[in-house]
């Protein structure tokens, strides 16, 4: 037989039966609805992601980053510690020798200080301004015109007067702030 005369007689008529396709109808219309609401939710996941996906550059970056994390057992994290406080140790105790030592000394100073604020408070109650008599000083005596002296003896001698006068001159405001107190 050749394929001209098998199919020479024309479609032939379907054998199912109507409430077949219909059976058959109804599904393939549920596939293609829901078929059509995943395209709908794609289109607006799509349309929300799509300001995210602009910048191609950043967000390759972004997901191209890898992070590692490192999980350590207890005892690993213990023994480590132990070893780390046993390094830092030989380096702390010269460290807290030393501070002890700073202390001490620091300490020491203060009790010396006021040790000298005592007297001075001591002292300062027990003198009276007008009480200080003015003594007579043997540079006073001095002629500073006789040609005995040398330029450097005339030259010390002045510098001596001076810093005598700024002296008196300290001690006088010393005293007027002791009177007032």
């Not at 037989?1 to 098998?6: D, E, I, L, V």
């Given at each position: 037989?050749?394929?001209?005369?098998?199919y020479?007689?024309?479609?032939?008529?379907?054998?199912?039966r109507?409430?077949?396709?219909?059976?058959?109808?109804?599904?393939?219309?549920?596939?293609?609805?829901a078929?059509?609401?995943?395209?709908?939710?794609?289109?607006?996941?799509?349309?929300?992601?799509?300001?995210?996906?602009?910048?191609?550059?950043?967000?390759k970056?972004?997901?191209?980053?890898?992070?590692h994390?490192?999980?350590?057992?207890a005892?690993?994290?213990?023994l480590r510690?132990?070893?780390?406080?046993?390094?830092?140790?030989?380096?702390?105790?010269?460290?807290?020798?030393?501070?002890?030592?700073?202390?001490?000394s620091?300490?020491?100073?203060?009790?010396?200080?006021?040790?000298?604020?005592?007297?001075?408070?001591?002292?300062?109650?027990?003198?009276?301004?007008?009480?200080?008599?003015?003594r007579?000083?043997?540079?006073?005596?001095?002629?500073?015109?006789?040609?005995t002296?040398?330029?450097a003896?005339?030259?010390k001698?002045?510098?001596?007067?001076?810093?005598?006068?700024?002296l008196l001159?300290?001690?006088?405001?010393?005293m007027?702030?002791?009177?007032?107190?």
């Open positions: 037989m050749s394929r001209q005369s098998y020479s007689a024309g479609p032939r008529a379907s054998r199912l109507e409430s077949m396709v219909v059976d058959v109808v109804s599904p393939l219309d549920a596939c293609v609805n078929a059509e609401a995943c395209v709908e939710t794609l289109g607006s996941a799509v349309t929300k992601l799509e300001p995210g996906v602009q910048d191609m550059g950043r967000l970056k972004v997901l191209r980053a890898q992070h994390y490192l999980v350590l057992p005892t690993e994290v213990q510690r132990v070893e780390y406080a046993t390094a830092i140790e030989k380096q702390l105790e010269p460290l807290l020798a030393r501070s002890a030592q700073l202390l001490e620091e300490a020491a100073q203060i009790r010396r200080l006021e040790g000298r604020l005592a007297e001075i408070q001591g002292s300062s109650r027990a003198v009276e301004p007008k009480s200080v008599p003015r007579e000083c043997a540079l006073d005596g001095i002629d500073m015109r006789d040609k002296l040398s330029i003896q005339r030259r001698i002045g510098t001596l007067k001076n810093r005598r006068q700024k001159e300290e001690q006088k405001r010393l007027g702030e002791m009177g007032s107190t």
